[in-house]
């Protein structure tokens, strides 16, 4: 199959998966949709093959890196009933406690790239914990479409506590020093973005093109914030101006970067609207930025 150049999809392209990626779409109506631009040397398989997940061939980090400790261990869900599956992952070689972050998976569970960005977080030098918020539902059932199928049957405020009892796990973990962050994804950035409303104890919030809180919830933020939106994602972007405004108007510390030129799921680098410059700054920036607030 001939390979895509970027410049080659038209930005509706990607709005379609937009859609069908946060069910809007079915999957019916988005083959139906996407079948329009398949065009000229463009076919419909070579568009999904383009928009859609690659995780086997994208992976950074792989499960048993031998630079880190990764395993997966359960925790009791506050709410959801029964145990969480989380991932756990911390650098081989560290001495002495390390400073936790908490990665939040987008609206499918704990599918590989997350999983990944997990392990990419314990190389940077902190401990990772990567829960599964459909662990009560079987978990990450091995695809997108029926993870997100799923996470639509958990009540999205049970996951929220699911996360917090997270937080609270790695921060009273043996290895950890106590300071502890979180960054989270599309939904993962809304978790980030009220676990910041939530959790007073929490050292710094990364939430990335993640939905808002209202300007009543802003008022109780205490965790210094690192906002990272893509240009091109309007749905997202809507609720920022007002975000801003309640964050100024409580005097919280927070910094918002806005990347030009790309879509929502910029930082996944497993789909098309993957952009490597966008997602290597705004990692860095995360990394640097729990670095300080962490330390």
């Known amino acids: 199959m001939k390979e895509i150049d970027k410049k080659e999809i038209k930005q509706e392209v990607f709005d ?9 779409l079915d999957r019916r109506e988005f083959m139906e949709k996407l079948s329009v631009y398949a065009v000229g040397g463009l076919t419909i398989a070579s568009l999904l ?4 997940p690659n995780y086997q061939d994208k992976i950074q980090v792989p499960k048993n890196d031998p630079r880190l400790n990764t395993e997966f261990i359960n925790y009791d869900s506050p709410k959801g009933g029964g145990t969480i599956k989380a991932q756990l992952s911390r650098p081989k070689e560290a001495t002495g406690k390390l400073p936790g972050v908490v990665v939040v998976h987008e609206n499918r569970g704990l599918n590989p790239h997350i999983a990944d960005v997990g392990r990419r977080a314990a190389l940077a030098g902190f401990i990772s914990i990567s829960p599964d918020a459909l662990t009560p539902l079987g978990g990450y059932p091995g695809n997108d479409d029926e993870g997100r199928t799923l996470q639509r049957q958990r009540d999205r405020g049970e996951m929220l506590e699911d996360f917090i009892a997270a937080f609270e796990l790695i921060k009273n973990h043996s290895e950890c ?6 960054v989270g994804f599309c939904f993962g950035g809304w978790i980030s973005n009220m ?3 939530q959790v007073p104890t929490l050292s710094a919030a990364v939430p990335f093109y993640g939905g808002q809180p209202s300007a009543e919830e802003t008022s109780k933020i205490e965790a ?7 240009e091109l994602d309007k749905r997202v ?3 920022w101006p007002d975000y801003e405004e309640a964050l100024k108007a409580n005097n919280k510390e927070y910094t918002g970067h806005m990347y030009p030129g790309v879509n929502h799921g910029f930082h996944n680098d497993t789909t098309g609207r993957f ?6 700054l705004a990692w860095k ?3 640097d930025f729990f670095t300080l607030k962490l330390a």
């Open 224 to 230: 210094p914030l690192l906002l990272h939106f893509a």
């Open 16 to 24: 379609l998966y937009d859609d069908y990626a946060h069910n809007r």
């Open 195 to 197: 676990m910041a409303v």
């Open 285 to 287: 920036r995360t990394i």
């Open 49 to 52: 093959s383009f928009v859609m």
């Open 275 to 280: 952009d490597k410059a966008a997602a290597e």
């Open 237 to 239: 972007n809507a609720g």
């Open 177 to 182: 020093t106590g300071k502890v962050g979180v």
